[in-house]
């Protein structure tokens, strides 16, 4: 049996959460914890509340609505995204996988259908990382090391301040941990947040897996001297080796890395005028890719790279990792049930992996998770210009909706 979200509903639900730290120019405000994401927060629960649905705060915070199963011992397959926003954000990021959860919660109990597992829908705090980043997800999956809390994104001081503002505490965090034994599986629905669905006029993304990320300091050190009386021939310029760095990466990861990116984000010259030649730059650079060993080998490459180009240019080089986050691949068998379901709606489909991270990559490690991805109105977002077709958000809904029956009653042919 097919189901649908009811899509009226689910568009005043969308609507009155864009209005929600809406900024002039049709974007969002909502960094985690400001007031306008606490009223989002609020007004989930109230629309929740309203559907009849169960309300939950956990100890970090994490919003969830709930359909409880008839039986009090089944597993719960969770839906999610997140409600907060990057600063001066667009309406769609996360929040639209916040309403389509709901929604799925609210068509599911409108048909009558009682599913062998729990439906949770959750809003996960600070995807964004205004404090860590996929703080929630990753507290719920006991994914939060002390490394994480010890160096946050937005530092130290502003994670302590801002627990105590809102009465959390870090063993609160760590005591959101969830068996994943009580776990049938995650969902997520998200904008696409970059043009391949768009240009290739595919209705849906079924998500391959979010890629891993190396990051990593590079400074290339030379000698600072006066810019007027030291010949060319004579010079260790440090802006120029890491200029021909910059290049070479970029060459390096089209011609052997072809599963990769690689970014030079951020380049500092030193010490910063017309007439001195550099005597030190320092590249902030990242590398991304689906596959774990790929990430390997281009972090190793790249090592080699910074090295040869300072030889080159008769300068000293140190490169230093900043981060690694594993990629996280979904799983088969909600890949399975989401292609299955967007068939069965006659939507058009395609694998995409996601270069950006998501709550999915938290709970990937301890329980059954996939995604779904709709399209982006020319690729855009982080951004009030961010857009996606109504018509595309509906279908992701229903994709969504079908996939978590399906996998529901996997879940429970697992079990018996
Ligand atoms: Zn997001």
Redesign the pocket.
């Known amino acids: 049996m097919l189901l649908r979200v009811d899509a009226d509903r689910l568009r005043a639900d969308f609507d009155a959460l864009a209005a929600v730290g809406a900024t002039a120019d049709g974007g969002v405000d909502r960094e985690t914890f400001s007031p306008a994401h606490l009223r989002a927060r609020a007004w989930f629960h109230e629309r929740a509340a309203a559907a009849g649905l169960e309300t939950r705060v956990d100890g970090a915070s994490n919003h969830s609505a709930v359909l409880p199963a008839r039986d009090p011992e089944a597993r719960t397959l969770l839906l999610g ?2 409600l907060d926003s990057v600063r001066r954000g667009g309406r769609f ?2 929040a639209l996988g916040v309403v389509c959860a709901l929604e799925v919660l609210r068509a599911v109990q409108d048909a009558g259908l009682e599913l062998p597992v729990t439906l949770e829908a959750v809003d996960f705090t600070d ?2 990382g205004t404090l860590i980043g996929t703080l929630g997800s990753l507290a719920l999956a006991g994914g939060l090391t002390p490394a994480a809390l010890a160096t946050p994104r937005g530092g130290r001081e502003l994670l302590v301040a801002e627990l105590a503002r809102m009465q959390l505490s870090e063993e609160g965090l760590l005591a959101a941990r969830r068996d994943p034994a009580t776990l049938a599986g995650y969902l997520e629905l ?1 904008i696409e947040q970059g043009p391949v669905l768009e240009r290739a006029r595919v209705d849906i993304g079924i998500v391959t897996g979010i890629v891993g990320t190396a990051s990593f300091t590079v400074a290339f050190e030379g000698e600072a001297r006066h810019a007027g009386t030291t010949p060319m021939s004579a010079r260790r310029d440090a802006a120029v080796a890491a200029a021909a760095f910059t290049l070479g990466v970029s060459e390096l990861v089209v011609r052997e890395f072809t599963g990769a990116v690689a970014t030079v984000g951020d380049i500092r010259i030193e010490p910063g005028s017309f007439n001195v030649v550099p005597g030190r730059a320092t590249l902030r650079l990242e590398c991304r890719s689906l596959d774990a060993q790929e990430v390997e080998s281009l972090a190793g490459a790249l090592t080699e790279l910074a090295q040869a180009t300072a030889e080159g240019h008769g300068v000293e080089v140190t490169v230093e990792p900043v981060g690694r986050v594993a990629p996280a691949p979904t799983a088969e068998s909600v890949r399975a049930a989401l292609t299955g379901a967007a068939a069965d709606l006659e939507l058009t489909t395609m694998e995409v992996a996601s270069g950006a991270g ?1 709550d999915a990559q938290s709970l990937a490690a301890i329980t059954p998770s996939g995604m779904v991805f709709v399209p982006s109105v020319g690729g855009i977002s982080h951004d009030p210009a961010e857009e996606t077709a109504w018509s595309d958000c509906v279908d992701g809904a229903n994709v969504l909706l079908n996939a978590a029956v399906r996998l529901a009653e996997e879940a429970a042919q697992a079990v018996s």
């Open positions: 995204s997140h990021d996360g995807e964004e998200h998501h």
